[in-house]
Each structure stands twice: as structure tokens, then as C-alpha cells.
């Protein structure tokens, strides 16, 4: 029960990570960056910045400008520091546990994003040397660990290889040293270096320093970097000095703000009539590369999470119909209990991330590049760690996604992967021709949203939702299912509408609301039916379709569009009605209690 309670705690997990060093005062740089990393969910912050050769920590449990406000972080001095938004893992959400945490003597402050597996051991034996701890933390154990190899060897260098060498598990930590210095190490979760004139960033998101430049360092894993003065070192967990390029960074910072919208998931269901034809505008040689990986393979795995994982279920769909290609779709979290004997090295594995940096989903890759399988990825965050690791792989190219649940990121992988369908099967389906019907039919839908809104407003105190769809509309029930369950915190699922009488019609009464997709393809006849069945059990339902029916209590009117093209557009009513669901309910869309964006821990 302990382990299972814990499996459930860690899967919630990430926090933020940001240090600067440079000219100007570090503490309200540290805290704009924190606010632009708030997307990531967190629940306490902290701040240690440097003056006058001494540490100065503050930190507390609540929102960036709540512990701001109370612990009036931004007057902190120094133009050096690092700063930390928790999300609790070992140990509950209180001031002390909150990072940076010092080690005894205050000479040194760490903040951490990870899960330190073997720190009750590493705390046992600190504890034994005369360390006194003040957290419930596992991070607590890098402050100590430091400083006991600091005081033995005199080197932040030496200090930091031993240190990485004692840690496992998965982690990426930041510290300050009083005499001036930040280092910074990871190990499976991400730290990106940020260049600025005369100073450096470090921090886990890019969208932590991108705001005062775009070039940075992806740190790869098992890399080091000390910022000592003007200098930046790189070395590896043996010492031996490393290079990694400088990348300049795409992405706009004007990208990240809500503008005119009340919520970033709002503004981001209205990108996508540009972000599903972005989606689609990798180059023809990228996408050839991409594709020649698949001609070749004897067998093809997908795999993915979440919402990334319900692309999988519409590739193997369309692979299968269209490019006559067998595969095998897989979540991520279950990749590594299926017999893995099939795999080897005639195989291709297609990892689908939006962020490209979801420990499941890298765990899975990890695995099957063990057995040589070859790995292609579809990421919309090109210099993630997924991308990084791939043979080949496709941007979906639809920017900064800030809203926790994804939604244009989703219809955006969906274009790839007709996109690279349709290169295999010399355009049968035709995404690229169709482009121009595409978008007509996301702005015809959008125009729809005071309608849906209407809708909502009629659903009092609903349950339980359940969404039936056949074929290629099963994969998109199941994720209008997930957006209302993690947007408005209502029970909903998606029912294959075949599998009804298998059983889940024995829930149907007078009380339940049930959507129906149902455009006109070859799945219309038997939908109806299905649709027919609950409503004579009192059901309330709503239809998503091109063509109209009597049964329906509320109709969602969507374009026809090229019949195996649906799925892209009648996801978009699903995700409105989810949106306003959570407004009816007074929860923020954009920041759902419990979730965090990217899920970089098991
Ligand atoms: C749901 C949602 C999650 C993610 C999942 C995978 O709205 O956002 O289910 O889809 O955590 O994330 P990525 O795609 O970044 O690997």
C-alpha cells in the first residue's frame, strides 16, 4: 500500500530550477523567471542570492507572488542566485521544505528537480559524520553531500563529480557557494544553460531565461558546469572537460503571454487554425529521413503518454488503413512490462511528447534503444532530450504550450502524423491538399464557442460524462475524456460505441450526459444506433457532426471535411466544452489542481 501511495505521490512531481549570475541584481530576475515557469505547477518557492561572501535564503509555501509579497523576496541583495518552485514529493508542503536548502554551515544552498532513490541511505550516513538536517527532503542530502566533499577536497570541481558519483536516480540541481560561485549537474531530467552578456542562466525550462536571450546550452546527461566569475566550465562526471554547442533558441517570448485571451488554454484552442497546418512544415528531407527509418523496419512500436498517447492510437489507425504498415501502440508507463523479446535491432520505436521530456516516455526509448531498436520521435520542443536522442525526428512546431493540458499541441501531432501517413502512402489521404478545407472548418468550429458555452451552461451538476465514438473517433473520445476530467474535475469517459452493450450501458439513467461523435464516414449508421439505445434509457445527449438528427438534445455543428481528416477538427468542441465546464465550475483552466505540464519523474 506504502509503495503504491508513493508511485501515486511521485507521478504528480516537477519543479522548477533557475540561477543567474551576472550585473544586474539577481533576486528580481530569479522571480520574473519563476512567474514564466509557473505553467509547470508547483506549490512553494525560494530564492538564495550572494552578498558579501554569505548566503541569504528565503523561502516559503505558495504562489511566486504571495511568498514575494510576504517574504519580500525581490529586495534580496547580490547579483548572484538561484531560485526553486516545489511541487512535494518526499515530504510535506511546508516553509522548511521548500528549496534552496543549506547545507550546516551555510556555505552552501541547492535547489533540485528530481527524485533522489537512494537518499535515506546517503541521509543515514551524513547524519552519522555529525550533519544535522532541517527538511524532510531527499534534495536536502546534495547540500550535505557537497559540503562534506568540499571540506575534504577544497574543490567545487572534485566536490561536485563525488557528489553526482554517491546520487541515484533521477535528478538536475543547481547550487550557490559562498565564495561566488553556481554549479550545476544533471542525470535524466533536464538544465539548460541561457548565455547572457556578461552573465549565464541555468535553469530546467528555456522559458526561465528566454525573455534576455536566446542562446543557450542543452546540458547533456551526466554534464557539470561551473559559472566562476566570467567563466563557464563544462566537464563531465570523470573530469575531463567537455564542449556542447550553442543553440539558438526559436521560440518568441511574446509566444508565452495570453494577450487578448482570459486564459492561455483558450488562446491556444484558437491557435490551432494556424498550429494544425504548422504541424505539417517539416522540410521534405526531414521528413524522407524520418520515413526511410519506417520503410526499412520489420517492426514498429508507438508509444507516448497521456494525451500524446491517444496520437499513438490514430497513427497506428491510419498506418495500418492507409500505409498498409502493422504497429503496435503502447503507453509509455506500461512499455516496460510488455514482452520486450520482439524488439531488436530491425525495430523502430516513434516516441510521441509534446514536451519531449516525460520520464515515461524517455524510460520507454531508453529501453528499446537497449535492444537496438532504432528510435524516431515526434516532439514539439526540438532540443528536449527526446529529440536529442532520436535517430530522426519531427518538430510539430506549434510553440510554447503553457495551458497544463494540451490541446493544440495534440491536433498539431495529429498533422505530423498524417503528414508522414500520407508521405508513405504517396499522399492517399491527402492533409497537405486539403490544407486550405482545414482551416475553414477550425474557424466555422471556433465560431461556434458562444454556442458551446450555451450548452455548458445547460449541463447543471453533471457526474458523469461519457463521449462514444467508433474507429478513428474512439482515440478522440478518449481525449475529450481526459480534458474534462483534468479541465473540470468531472468524471468522463471514452466508450468505443460498439462496446456499450458489452457492458457500460448498464450506467446510462435520466442522469447522464452522453456526447456522441458522429460525422458522416462509414462509422455513421452504427453510431446512431448506439445513440438511439441511450437515449432510450433518458440519457441527455449531445451530438458532434456534420449532419444533424432528431435525437440529439444539443447538436454541435462541425464542417465536412475529407472523411479520414475528422479526427483533427471534431476534437476542438470537445476541448471548448471542456474549457467552459471549468469555468462554470470556477477552477482555472490553465493550471488544473494536482497536474503539472511536463511529468519528468516515473
Ligand atoms: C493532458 C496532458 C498530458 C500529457 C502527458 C504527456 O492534457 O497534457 O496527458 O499529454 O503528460 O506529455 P508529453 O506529450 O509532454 O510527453
Known amino acids: 500500500m506504502i509503495k503504491v501511495l508513493r508511485s501515486v505521490i511521485l507521478l504528480l512531481v516537477v519543479c522548477s530550477i533557475i540561477g543567474y549570475k551576472g550585473n544586474v541584481l539577481a533576486a528580481p530576475v530569479l522571480i520574473d523567471s519563476l512567474k514564466r515557469m509557473e505553467y509547470r505547477g508547483y506549490d512553494s518557492v525560494g530564492i538564495a542570492t550572494i552578498t558579501d561572501g554569505k548566503i541569504l535564503v528565503r523561502k516559503g509555501v505558495g504562489k511566486v507572488a504571495e511568498v514575494n509579497r510576504s517574504l519580500d523576496l525581490g529586495r534580496m541583495p547580490g547579483q548572484m542566485g538561484i531560485g526553486h518552485t516545489r511541487w512535494a514529493t518526499h515530504g510535506g508542503v511546508t516553509d522548511s521544505n521548500a528549496h534552496p536548502h543549506s547545507a ?36 536536502e542530502v546534495i547540500a550535505h553531500l557537497l559540503e562534506a566533499h568540499y571540506s575534504k577536497e577544497g574543490s567545487i570541481k572534485q566536490a561536485m563529480i563525488e557528489t553526482c558519483k554517491r546520487l541515484k536516480g533521477a535528478y538536475a540541481f543547481v547550487a550557490v557557494f559562498e565564495e561566488g560561485t553556481i554549479s550545476g549537474a544533471r542525470f535524466d531530467e533536464p538544465l539548460i544553460i541561457g548565455i547572457v552578456d556578461n552573465g549565464y542562466f541555468i535553469s530546467s525550462d528555456i522559458l526561465g531565461f528566454l525573455k534576455y536571450t536566446d542562446k543557450s546550452i542543452f546540458l547533456d546527461n551526466k554534464d557539470i558546469a561551473i559559472i566562476d566569475g566570467e567563466k563557464l566550465e563544462l566537464f563531465d562526471f570523470e573530469g575531463f572537460s567537455i564542449k556542447r554547442p550553442i543553440t539558438q533558441v526559436a521560440w518568441e517570448l511574446a509566444a508565452v503571454e495570453k494577450g487578448a485571451y482570459a486564459h492561455h488554454t483558450l488562446k491556444e484552442i484558437h491557435q490551432q ?65 510488455m514482452a ?162 458489452h457492458g457500460p450501458l448498464a450506467l446510462i439513467d435520466k442522469n447522464t450526459v452522453v456526447i456522441v461523435i458522429n460525422p458522416s464516414d462509414s462509422t455513421f449508421d452504427d453510431t446512431i444506433s448506439n445513440a438511439h439505445e441511450i437515449k432510450a434509457r433518458g440519457a441527455f445527449v449531445i451530438g458532434i457532426s456534420d449532419k444533424e438528427n432528431d435525437l440529439y438534445d444539443h447538436f454541435i455543428k462541425i464542417p465536412k471535411v475529407k472523411e479520414a481528416l475528422f479526427p483533427l477538427i471534431e476534437v476542438i468542441p470537445l476541448q471548448i466544452l471542456a474549457y467552459y465546464l471549468a469555468l462554470k465550475k470556477n477552477v482555472d483552466p490553465d493550471y488544473p489542481r494536482n497536474l503539472a505540464k511536463s511529468v519528468t519523474v516515473k
Open 104 to 139: 550546516c554551515t551555510n556555505d552552501i544552498a541547492v535547489v533540485h528537480n528530481g527524485i533522489i532513490e537512494n537518499y535515506s541511505e546517503l541521509k543515514e550516513e551524513l547524519m552519522l559524520q555529525g550533519h544535522i538536517f532541517k527538511s524532510q527532503t531527499d534534495s
Open 273 to 337: 487554425v494556424q498550429t494544425i497546418i504548422e504541424g505539417m512544415s517539416d522540410s521534405k528531407e526531414k521528413m524522407e529521413a524520418f520515413c526511410s527509418f519506417l520503410t526499412n523496419a520489420k517492426s514498429i512500436y508507438i508509444t507516448g503518454s497521456g494525451t500524446s498517447y491517444h496520437s499513438t492510437l490514430i497513427l497506428k489507425h491510419i498506418f495500418g488503413k492507409f500505409a498498409k504498415i502493422r504497429s503496435e501502440a503502447i503507453m509509455s508507463s506500461e512499455f516496460q512490462y
Open 340 to 501: 520486450q523479446d520482439p524488439i531488436d535491432e530491425t525495430s523502430v520505436l516513434i516516441a510521441i511528447s509534446q514536451s519531449g521530456e516525460t520520464a515515461d516516455v524517455l524510460q520507454s526509448v531508453k529501453a528499446a534503444k537497449q535492444m537496438r531498436a532504432k528510435i524516431l520521435s515526434i516532439v514539439n520542443v526540438p532540443t528536449s532530450s527526446l529529440a536529442r536522442i532520436s535517430n530522426s525526428f519531427l518538430n510539430v512546431n506549434c510553440g510554447p504550450e503553457i495551458g497544463v493540458a494540451a490541446t493544440k499541441s495534440f491536433t498539431g501531432q495529429l498533422s505530423a502524423l498524417y503528414n508522414v501517413t500520407d508521405t508513405l502512402c504517396h499522399g492517399c489521404i491527402g492533409i497537405a491538399a486539403n490544407k486550405n478545407e482545414l482551416i475553414a472548418a477550425v474557424n466555422l468550429i471556433l465560431s461556434t464557442e458562444n454556442n458551446i458555452a450555451k450548452i455548458v451552461n445547460t449541463m447543471y451538476d453533471v457526474k458523469d460524462i461519457y463521449i462514444l465514438g467508433r474507429s478513428l473517433h474512439y482515440p478522440i473520445a478518449l481525449e475529450g475524456a481526459l480534458k474534462i476530467k483534468e479541465l473540470a474535475y468531472i468524471h468522463a469517459e471514452g466508450i468505443a460505441a460498439g462496446e456499450l452493450k
